[in-house]
């Protein structure tokens, strides 16, 4: 079914590379259409110029290739005459919207402005959004490059709405940093009201402003001790004048060596205070009366914790002020250094005592432009759809430790990219999670267990040939299929290198995120299907089995049914269809607590999450909704909206549910009647996320008070959801195919999770 490493793999290797073209300069590892993506297409801009990085935004159209699915004209009464396919598949162009950031040293503002001006055709405006202190210093170098008037916006009000904006469409946006863990990045789980919040702007000065609703902020305080004073005392103590080197010198620095401690004024802690030996008692304090020189490193990092410390305890402060345990911090201070995020989340700790979260953005240096952006987009309310980070086009959060030397910080040269897709409809979380906050959907953080990462990524690399071969099957007309599955080839093979190295790059790795990231590079290439054929046939063939399951099934006595219905949702199949491989005895098995509650009253409605095409949803799935509807309970069966593997799509399962009251009066009457509705999740993923499902389905289940969830299916109820809490019943359904995950779960190949839960009263 397209899962890597489960029993169905081939043994098989992949290598591949990326290749670098002609670019700006040699400097530039990437061709410029390969940083400016899809600019011939460009409808709008917004550019952010700092000090030292410029960011651009800009808003394009995308034209790419999807897979429809079309009913032929049947009346689905007499399917075993013939063996044509259920429906014909058509490969269509559509046209999606799509947000490209790009970050880069100001030194290449005037070649990227001269590149950007020979590849615009499609501009829809005369005017460019500009923030930041460099708008006003490259204003006549951009007027006089793109012949757009460039509209300076403020630069707080472009920063607010930035973080508003990525705290809201992109899940692990926020982390922690954990000095001693490995890695350092600790991903925190979006929450679902994102207001209020404290945002700590460190650029030249300090800016505190607390954030009530998108609208609503107030600038609340702040201080001229900041960014600049770090650089300006610096480069005055040490006579370096770069930014970067200064940390660097920091991260080698001894800062006791310079600063008085608690010990060095009273010979250890201080009992009475409970202070320890080891805190700062004076920043710079031993300098004043020792005879001796100072290393350019110790006092570096002397001055680092100095004014680190400062804003620390300022932002605790202004936090407890007004009540708020969540303080995001960005500007050029931080820019992902390791030594100023450890020194940050120091100084909260301790003068909040743990109250107080330093929390820290994967995008923080996009912020400006992206509310830049969103001022200039206002006509077009972007804030009314939810957006997606395409994995396959961004950077992603890359480790800029400066123990590392320039070469392994180097991420596209100088270049770094961030692309997110508007999505059809706007996302929301499932009203059923008991604890929306809490809620995490993965059940294996890869990021955090470096053995279960290195078997997953050697499993996602072994299962690329298959995924080639697939795709270029998927498209037997196509002269260029081979051409684009290798292209494929190397930049997932790109990616996965990249996760092996820096595992936090898209923030918490997991099996969902991997799939996730190969559906994404599959699109790039045009391959929206792989699987459309197989499905097809695979549909085709459980259609025609349907009418003789279902006639077996009524044979049988209630109990007995019952138990069928389970085995036929586990393995496709009651009879042939893979039952035998089911291991014995089940590894949670729940199924007799499941059919005492069956004995009971029916319940409302049920919202079934469904996973596979073919056998699973018309074999399996189907006579078990047909069972409930006979129970009197109304069903909700939500499929994905776009294509991931095998899975079946809405628009499949619309066909499907078609050809199935063709042959059933139960299914027909059902869905005539609208106790039967089927829906799309808002998803194209193999995995299942329910804090970020569409809006109809979460509307739905509230107007039909649903109150049993069942998830079918290894991704959607294994890797994820697994530990999922529900406020209602749920039952969580699998056959675990692969051998490592059978076993971190304390079972064997073809083990079978049946999981029903009831909420604590």
Not at 162 to 188: M, T
Not at 505 to 515: D, E, F, I, M, Q
């Amino acid at each position: 079914d397209g899962w890597p490493g489960t029993f169905k793999m081939a043994e098989c290797g992949a290598s591949g590379s990326g290749s670098s073209g002609d670019s700006l300069d040699k400097s530039i590892t990437l061709p410029p259409d390969e940083i400016f993506r899809n600019l011939e297409n460009a409808k709008r801009f917004a550019i952010d110029i700092g000090g030292s990085l410029t960011k651009l935004a800009y808003y394009s159209t995308v034209q790419h290739k999807v897979a429809k699915v079309r009913s032929f004209d049947h009346s689905g009464k007499d399917t075993e005459r013939d063996h044509e396919p259920p429906y014909e598949i058509s490969v269509q162009e559509e046209i999606t919207a799509r947000l490209h950031f790009i970050k880069f040293e100001n030194t290449y503002i005037e070649a990227c402005l001269d590149f950007i001006k020979d590849h615009l055709v499609n501009t829809e405006t005369k005017v460019i959004q500009a923030t930041g202190g460099g708008a006003y210093k490259f204003k006549d170098l951009i007027e006089e490059k793109l012949r757009l008037k460039v509209d300076k916006e403020d630069v707080m009000t472009c920063l607010i709405k930035g973080c508003n904006f990525v705290l809201k469409n992109i899940p692990h946006e926020a982390f922690v940093y954990q000095k001693d863990s490995d890695p350092e990045f600790r991903f925190q789980t979006n929450h679902p009201h994102i207001f209020p919040y404290l945002l700590v702007n460190i650029g030249s000065g300090v800016s505190i402003v607390k954030v009530e609703t998108e609208d609503r902020f107030e600038w609340v305080g702040g201080s001229s001790i900041g960014g600049g004073t770090f650089w300006g005392l610096g480069a005055l103590l040490t006579k370096t004048k770069k930014f970067d080197e200064l940390l660097h010198l920091a991260s080698r620095g001894q800062h006791s060596n310079v600063d008085m401690l608690v010990r060095d004024v009273y010979g250890g802690a201080h009992q009475t205070l409970g202070l320890s030996g080891n805190l700062i008692a004076s920043s710079f304090g031993k300098s004043a009366t020792a005879d001796q020189e100072f290393s350019k490193e110790d006092m570096a990092k002397s001055l680092l914790h100095m004014i680190s410390n400062d804003i620390g305890q300022l932002a605790c402060l202004h936090a407890r002020l007004h009540s708020l345990d969540r303080v995001y911090f960005g500007g050029f201070f931080i820019r992902g250094h390791p030594v100023t995020m450890r020194t940050i989340t120091y100084s909260i700790n301790f003068f909040s005592k743990g109250e107080v979260q330093a929390l820290f953005l994967r995008h923080e240096g996009y912020l400006g432009a992206i509310g830049a952006f969103l001022k200039g987009a206002e006509q077009d309310n972007p804030n009314q759809y939810s957006w997606g980070e395409n994995y396959a086009g961004s950077s992603g959060l890359m480790s800029t430790s400066p123990e590392l030397g320039p070469a392994q910080r180097a991420r596209s040269g100088t270049f770094d990219l961030l692309e997110m897709d508007r999505l059809e409809r706007p996302l929301v979380n499932l009203p059923l999670l008991l604890d929306p906050p809490s809620y995490v959907p993965d059940t294996v953080d890869l990021t955090d267990d470096a053995l279960a990462r290195k078997y997953w990524l050697t499993c996602f690399e072994e299962a690329l040939d298959g995924v080639v071969k697939r795709a270029v099957a998927s498209q037997p007309d196509s002269v260029d299929a081979a051409e684009r599955a290798e292209k494929f080839r190397q930049k997932y093979w790109n990616k996965l290198q990249t996760l092996r190295q820096q595992p936090f790059a898209y923030g918490t790795l997991t099996v969902r995120s991997l799939l996730d990231t190969r559906e994404h590079c599959l699109n790039e290439f045009n391959f929206p299907d792989p699987y459309s054929k197989v499905k097809q046939r695979e549909n085709g063939v459980a259609l025609r089995c349907f009418p003789g399951v279902v006639r077996s099934l009524d044979t049988l006595g209630w109990e007995e049914r019952q138990l069928a219905l389970v085995k036929g949702l586990l393995a496709g199949n009651v009879f042939d269809w893979g039952a035998k491989a089911v291991s014995e005895p089940w590894l949670v098995d729940s199924y007799s607590e499941w059919l005492q509650r069956l004995k009971g009253p029916p319940h409302k409605c049920a919202l079934i999450f469904a996973d596979n095409s073919g056998i699973d949803i018309i074999l399996g799935v189907f006579p078990f909704v047909r069972e409930l509807l006979l129970r009197g309970t109304e069903v909700i069966l939500a499929c994905n909206s776009g294509p991931a593997l095998n899975d079946v799509t809405h628009s499949e399962s619309l066909i499907v549910a078609e050809r199935i009251a063709g042959m059933d009066p139960v299914v027909h009457s059902a869905l005539r009647e609208e106790r039967l509705l089927l829906v799309q999740t808002g998803s194209s993923s193999p995995c299942l996320d329910l804090s970020r499902l569409d809006k109809g389905l979460a509307a739905l289940v509230r107007e039909r008070g649903a109150d049993l969830v069942v998830i079918e299916g290894m991704g959607r109820a294994v890797h994820t959801n697994y530990h999922a809490a529900l406020c209602c019943e749920s039952l969580k359904l699998a056959v675990i195919k692969n051998a490592w995950l059978a076993e971190r779960l304390g079972g064997r190949l073809f083990s079978v999770i049946f999981k029903y839960e009831v909420p604590a009263e």
